[in-house]
């Protein structure tokens, strides 16, 4: 897994280079290409805003709001109103619009991996170079990148078992080990925060491959 890491270190350029899915348009549209990408028409997303200050950081707070994907589409003036100083959430799996905790989730699709205690650089060397099948890389306006791997599980037991299983591989490279449940946040690409920002607070989408393989984004 370390193989990338021990020459020259990965740069947001390399992901953005090796994504199949081309990222040309102005980054602001991220959200749009990525809920057009990895989401069915008909289903709900749920994106955050709300947030509570913790150690000059805002961290989400409330339910959010939950919008059909083909009426963000169709209007995406809507979802260039939906940010904060904070910037935004959204739940890396579809709800039923009834909720947004596990049990609300309609499609045990993604889940989440987070590094918040190594360097910027080797945590994109990290993701580039580990053999998950990784559909999206979006970096947090701060001091991490979310990476969305693709597990397909048919019920929220089974996506908690894989997770599980996953992310305990993947301890030793500094993995949060806290991102197990299915109705998880990510950073919401295509948003800028000012709060707990790190250069200009852009949270970009690097990388996307709607139907990815278990193999690294970089080879060795």
Known sequence: VMARTRGQRVAEADLWEASPYRLDSPWEGDGLVLFRALFHPEELVNI???????NGK?????????????????????????????????RMNPVDGKGVSDMNVTAF????????????????SLVASIPLPISAVITSGGRSV??????????????????????????KYGVDQANKNPSRLSRLPGVRRTLGRQGDGRQRLLYLNPCPRTFPILNP
């Open 48 to 54: 955050v805003v709300e947030h509570a200050l913790r």
């Open 109 to 124: 699709r993604f889940a989440l991996l987070e590094f918040d205690t190594i360097p910027m650089d080797l945590q994109l």
């Open 58 to 90: 805002g961290t989400p707070a409330g339910f959010g709001v939950t919008i059909r994907v083909s009426h963000l589409v169709e209007h995406p003036a809507i979802l260039a109103g939906l940010r904060s100083e904070a910037g935004a959430w959204v």
């Open 146 to 171: 979310h990476a969305w791997i693709r597990v397909d599980q048919p019920s929220a037991e089974d996506y908690r078992n894989r997770v599980r299983e996953m992310l305990l591989l993947l301890e």
